[in-house]
């Protein structure tokens, strides 16, 4: 497959990437990496997302030329590539509309849980992150590994293993990263810029969570719910409520947490962390139309936001209970 996709890539002159919305440091750092590929290979590359960078990955080299998207593919566009993007409904009702009148569209991820929606398509659910293939496409082509496109990978896949702490943090992985960090990644800068400079606003979100978390089914169920309206309230945006998930996950004894947040738009937004393999979270997403890895996975659901939660929870109240 990798043949396969460097020889549509040879064949094409004009690009775009884009990833799904909400992007995480997964997301920005491989649509990052892959655009410094196709420029070294000559192409001509735009980056677009449905929402703008975050903040903690707007230091990354080329994080200001990832754009919003425009109404129409630039003219002479040939092809579309979308990177850790599991489902077409992850980017966005006029993100697909753009995907849909591609020419040519390249699907590169590493969920399981793919649905394989794109002309082509290059998938590897047992990827750690979709940095890692973008690094084994980067060595396939032969190209330099320069340091901004080392930064981005390392973005890329220190995130999306929890910063190595989850068990897709396998001795290949670490391999990947020595290279990066030979090409020139500071761990300690790039860390200290990803995960030690929280905004206020964000740690406003975190006390709200601790003080508002459920605890059930003998302390194994953790979740919490964001109404609407409240963030409005609270005075935060969307970004200081990324990986609430996290925090309610790393109590002792919980097996698997959840974030609800009404999108006030009609559909609540679910995220779903395990620490025990045996619950498979992208199962539970999955009969909710959702999806992603095993032990983190995510659905978008239509609400109002108390039917949804019960109908989320009772999934996993479920699959807890078949364990005890």
Not at 223 to 242: I, N, Q, T
Request: aromatic share 6%; charged share 25%; hydrophobic share 40%.
């Amino acid at each position: 497959m990798y043949q396969e996709l460097i020889t549509a890539i040879q064949e094409r002159d004009n690009f775009v990437v884009i990833s799904h919305f909400r992007p995480d440091g997964d997301a920005i750092g491989s649509t990052l990496a892959m655009a410094m590929l196709l420029q070294s290979l000559g192409k001509k590359v735009v980056m677009w997302n449905t929402d703008v960078v975050p903040r903690r990955y707007a230091f990354l080299n080329g994080a200001q030329s990832i754009r919003t998207l425009s109404p129409a593919l630039p003219d002479g566009t040939e092809a579309l590539i979308c990177v850790d993007t599991g489902d077409l409904k992850r980017l966005g009702d006029e993100a697909i509309e753009i995907f849909n009148k591609a020419p040519f569209t390249i699907n590169i991820d590493h969920h399981h849980t793919n649905t394989c929606y794109a002309t082509l398509n290059l998938v590897e659910g047992g990827e750690a992150a979709c940095g890692c293939i973008i690094f084994k496409l980067i060595r396939a082509f032969g190209v330099e590994l320069t340091r901004p496109m080392a930064e981005a990978l390392y973005a890329a896949i220190s995130t999306d293993t929890g910063s190595f702490q989850y068990s897709s943090t396998t001795p290949e992985v670490m391999r990947m990263v020595a290279e990066l960090i030979e090409a020139g990644v500071d761990v300690g800068d790039i860390n200290r810029r990803i995960y030690q400079e929280i905004p206020p606003t964000s740690f406003i979100t975190q006390r709200e969570v601790l003080n508002n978390m459920v605890i059930e089914e003998n302390g194994f169920i953790s979740h919490y719910s964001m109404p609407a309206g409240r963030k409005a309230e609270l005075g935060v945006g969307m970004e200081d409520c990324k990986d609430l998930v996290d925090i309610i996950r790393v109590m002792q004894g919980v097996k698997v947490a959840a974030i609800f947040e009404d999108l006030e738009d009609g559909r609540i937004r679910v995220s779903l962390r395990s620490k025990d393999p045996e619950v498979d979270v992208s199962v539970i997403a999955g009969m909710h139309g959702g999806g992603g890895h095993c032990m983190a996975s995510g659905i978008r659901m239509r609400g109002p936001l108390a039917d949804a939660r019960e109908k989320v929870l009772n999934s996993i109240r479920a699959v807890v209970r078949s364990l005890s």
